[in-house]
């Protein structure tokens, strides 16, 4: 099965995306920016699911960083952050999709990660 | 709150801009101090010279001033949005009294160093403001004229030449006017974009609740076979995010209010906090967990029970939304002869303390407004919001894995 690593902090939203997900994936679940670069050191991991508005490290200072790592994991951004300057710079950052969650319900979001296998 | 929030945001994004131009000026300003500062030193050797000659002490003492401010921005670069003003309007005055010196020593009206005077009239446009440009203008205006005068008088080689005194000051006012429509839509469009993103944090903070529903209507939709526990689960989330979004919309209507001068009322501190944190206890299902303490005696507040209640609930709140099941949360209502303190303890890792207390600092400074931190920031800034409007104080302390906000408010003496 392929890893995610669900880089989002609000609780109800990390339970409802990660029942839905664990159908398909193996999801570990992280809170905020810092605490997902520390689980890259550890694991590696398919995918990453980002939210960009997070505590401590946030989205975009998570990307700065994710550059400079050895890993091969697409980064997804799963936000309802849709300033337009901020999708821009996650793009120039990398990201593969730029997704807002009020679009993507659980199920909708699951088979767009199939999709990108 | 929103209009705070965006006049934060905007403030940010021009210091943002200031410093980033000035970063580019300073190299510039680098450059030229340090060729004056050389031509000095040539002029002094050409001239066999063997004492410095006025020229060579100010492009010595220019350089100077130069490296110390260049040195101040990097050093105070996170200081206020005045103080960097104070450093950029220095930076300017520096540059008019060397031009006007360098005028003053090259001849006077015959000087062609007027040319000098552009750095100050140009780097005035960083400063985003209409009177300092024209104070740019007006001073560079004052220095041209009085080097000229004073030269022609101490050196008196014939008639002044009246025609430089009235081109090169209408010349500075004309770059002025031009430099400051430039700056004009330059910070038009900061402020606009600064309101487009404080509109985005907003519409976010409002969208959680939606999307934790759609998520919600999703699973039900596609879970084969969901057990009673299961739908239990989901209805709980549905209360939980409703909950979550009554308290948001709270807390923009509280946060936008002025009214804490109005609806005053005399509360007994005590039967209040307990009501609220009973609240808590109930729409976190964790009645078990929390400890309340008082100090038996009525400890009488006057103050809006509306805002309070959005500032207590939130403060408890937050201790409830970030412990876990059967982690103990510890209110305490406690008095002086002056104040009434309201505590609220629970069990939070390292560096707790230090994110509320930026949370709440947001509040006097342009540092971070309150809508970008997730979670512990909207609640505890309309929080202290609310706390400080009453005149009361908000503190966060950090002691054994444990985070104590603390709301202090004047006591009423009945």
């Known amino acids: 099965m392929k890893k995610i690593l669900m880089v989002e902090d609000i609780p109800i939203i990390q339970k409802l995306y990660k029942d839905k997900l664990s159908e398909a994936f193996v999801v570990d679940v992280v809170p905020n920016g810092k605490a997902a670069l520390d689980a890259l050191a550890e694991e590696e991991y398919d995918f990453i699911l980002l939210d960009m508005l997070l505590p401590e490290i946030n989205g975009e200072e998570f990307l700065a960083e994710y550059q400079k790592l050895d890993s091969n994991a697409k980064v997804i951004v799963l936000s309802d952050f849709d300033y337009p300057q901020t999708v821009e710079r996650a793009k120039s950052l990398g990201v593969t999709d730029y997704l807002l969650k009020v679009e993507n319900e659980p199920s909708k979001l699951l088979e767009k990660l199939k999709s990108y296998d | 709150m929103l209009s705070r929030d965006y006049t934060l ?8 801009e200031q410093l980033s131009y000035n970063d580019k000026l300073i190299n510039v300003r680098f450059i030229y101090i340090l060729v004056l500062t050389i031509a000095a030193i040539s002029s002094s050797i050409v001239d066999q010279t063997i004492s410095p000659t006025p020229f060579l002490i100010i492009g010595v003492v220019a350089f100077a001033v130069n490296v110390a401010l260049w040195f101040s921005f990097r050093q105070f670069r996170k200081n206020t949005n005045e103080f960097v003003t104070f450093l950029m309007v220095l930076q300017i005055l520096t540059d008019v009294i060397l031009a006007s010196f360098v005028i003053y020593s090259q001849g006077g009206d015959q000087s062609r160093a007027t040319i000098l005077y552009a750095l100050p009239l140009l780097s005035s446009a960083v400063l985003f403001n209409r009177a300092l440009v024209f104070l740019a203008a007006f001073t560079s205006v004052i220095g041209y004229v009085v080097s000229v005068l004073l030269e022609h008088s101490s050196n008196y080689d014939g008639d002044l030449d009246v025609l430089p005194l009235i081109f090169y000051p209408i010349s500075f006012v004309i770059i002025s006017v031009v430099v400051y429509f430039l700056a004009k839509s330059r910070s038009s469009d900061i402020a606009s974009d600064a ?10 903070q409002l969208r959680h609740p939606l999307t934790a529903t759609l998520a919600v209507a ?16 989901l209805v709980d989330m549905i209360e939980k995010i409703n909950y979550d ?3 948001l919309v709270n ?12 609806h005053l009322q005399k509360i007994n501190a005590v039967e209040f906090t307990k009501d609220i944190a009973s609240l808590c206890t109930y729409t976190y299902k964790r009645e078990g967990d929390l400890n309340f303490t008082d100090s038996k005696s009525q400890l009488f507040i006057k103050v809006n029970p509306q805002q309070l209640r959005t500032a207590i609930l939130n403060v408890i709140d937050n201790a ?8 103990p949360v510890y209110v305490y209502v406690t008095g002086t002869s002056e104040d009434v303190s309201i505590s609220v303890t629970n069990a939070s890792p390292e560096g707790a303390a230090e994110k509320l207390t930026k949370v709440i600092s947001a509040l006097d400074d342009a540092e971070r407004p309150g809508f970008e931190s997730e979670g512990t920031g909207v609640g505890i800034a309309i929080a202290a919001k609310i706390v400080k409007d009453m005149n009361g104080n908000i503190e966060v302390s950090q002691e054994d894995g444990a ?4 709301i202090i408010l004047k006591r009423l003496n009945v």
Not at chain 2, 403 to 406: G, I, M, S
Request: charged share 35%.
């Open chain 2, 9 to 16: 945001r905007a403030k940010e994004q021009f210091i943002k």
């Open chain 2, 218 to 233: 999703d699973t039900l939709k596609n879970e084969k076979n969901i057990s009673k526990k299961r739908l239990l689960e």
């Open chain 2, 251 to 262: 807390n923009l209507l509280e946060g936008a209010s002025d009214d804490h001068h109005r």
């Open chain 2, 195 to 204: 309101y487009k993103e404080v509109l985005a944090m907003l519409t976010h």
């Open chain 2, 403 to 406: 985070v104590t906000v603390k």
């Open chain 2, 245 to 247: 979004g009554f308290n």
């Open chain 2, 320 to 327: 409830f939304k970030y412990s876990d099941h059967g982690e």
